[in-house]
């Protein structure tokens, strides 16, 4: 079946620095990437859409100036959080959307530990 | 605005007992509602969705829209179907948006 390779699944950075999150579709032309934030016990935040060659779609209340999203082709988009702050301490999880079959895969998730 | 909810937390049944996992939702326009199973350790993938109106591991949901309901329902439980439960709604103008609701974990005790 298809596969969303995320990576990495766990990173721990000093706070001010910026970390970026991988995601690709392995066998598969994403039309469309997903990422999303939870929080501990709590439901999958979408924070934005992406889609390859365009400027990603942020949900409101989601700072795209702190939340760096590149889709740089149909298999690879990234996520930068900039000047990263223990605030930005979660689990992001990034998805793709496979259109010939219009079904969204996840990654397995990158657990974000800001010190 | 468009909101999801799953109002247990947790859902404890023993094998071979009926299971309903509630869904609500709240949309506007006309939705398209999916359910996401997380299995331990594995990461999210999907269950079911509406328009396909088919049984995928013996669970079944129907949207209706009167109720604003998408329940996912299994007449016999097994201790696989364990698990976290997420239930979805597909919105936006290309329906390129999803909302979860907060999910809810499934323990099929033997």
């Known amino acids: 079946g298809a596969v969303v390779s995320q990576h990495p699944s766990w990173v721990i950075c000093k706070s001010g620095t910026s970390v970026k999150i991988e995601c690709r579709s392995l066998?598969?032309?994403?039309?469309?990437m997903f990422w999303y934030r939870q929080f501990p016990k709590q439901s999958l935040m979408l924070m934005a859409t992406s889609n390859e060659g365009s400027k990603a779609t942020y949900e409101q209340g989601v700072e795209k100036d702190k939340f760096l999203i590149n889709h740089a082709s149909l298999t690879l988009s990234t996520l930068t959080v900039t000047s990263a702050h223990p605030e930005d301490s979660s689990f992001y999880i990034c998805?793709?959307?496979?259109?010939?079959?219009?079904?969204?895969?996840f990654g397995a998730g990158t657990r974000l530990s800001v010190l | 605005a468009q909101r999801v909810t799953q109002p247990e937390k947790l859902l404890s049944v023993f094998k071979g007992a009926p299971v309903e996992l509630k869904c609500n939702y709240s949309y506007s326009g006309s939705p398209e509602l999916f359910w996401y199973v997380q299995y331990s350790r594995q990461r999210l993938q999907l269950l079911l969705r509406h328009i396909s109106r088919e049984s995928i591991k013996g669970f079944t949901a129907d949207l209706n829209k009167g109720e604003t309901s998408f329940h996912l329902k299994k007449p016999f439980a097994q201790e696989e179907d364990s698990a976290m439960y997420y239930c979805?709604?597909?919105?936006?103008?290309?329906?390129?948006?999803?909302?979860f609701g907060s999910g809810t974990k499934l323990n099929v005790k033997p």
């Open positions: 979805a709604l597909r919105s936006g103008v290309n329906f390129n948006k999803f909302y």
């Open positions: 998805s793709a959307q496979d259109g010939v079959v219009d079904i969204q895969y």
């Open positions: 066998d598969f032309q994403a039309t469309t």
